[in-house]
Nanobody, 123 residues
């Protein structure tokens, strides 16, 4: 299936920006979701890019602030995060999900995860 590697996390102040990257052959040809998991909370999908047409969908809490994109030649998916808020603090993961991003907000198997990348938003 190939490894998935997330990178780009860090600590920023509220209002700051980060760009996350996710690389791996497993991501090829699918709908890709960026998930996040905060301490004590369930893993939630926040952005998805469709395998069919590269259309994108976002949950309301990140809409207008986050942008998901992909480079198919590099098997890499990005998450540009702007105007970060403390509630965005979480470990961020990406993986392949439904081709059309159906039900992207909830993880569905088969599960294939990387180690994630920590994003901390704090003043």
């Amino acid at each position: 299936q190939g490894m998935i590697e997330e990178s780009g996390g860090g600590t920023v102040q509220p209002g700051g920006s980060l760009t996350l990257s996710c690389t791996g052959s497993y991501l090829s040809g699918g709908g890709i979701v960026w998930f996040r998991q905060a301490p004590g909370k369930e893993r939630e999908g926040v952005a998805c890019i469709r395998g069919s047409d590269d259309g994108t969908v976002y949950v309301d809490s990140v809409k207008g602030r986050f942008t998901i994109s992909r480079d198919n030649d590099k098997n890499t998916v990005y998450l540009q995060m702007n105007n970060l808020k403390p509630e965005d603090t979480a470990v961020y993961y990406c993986t392949r999900q439904d081709y059309y991003c159906a039900g992207y907000e909830t993880p569905s198997g088969p599960f294939h995860w990387g180690q994630g990348t920590q994003v901390t938003v704090s003043s």
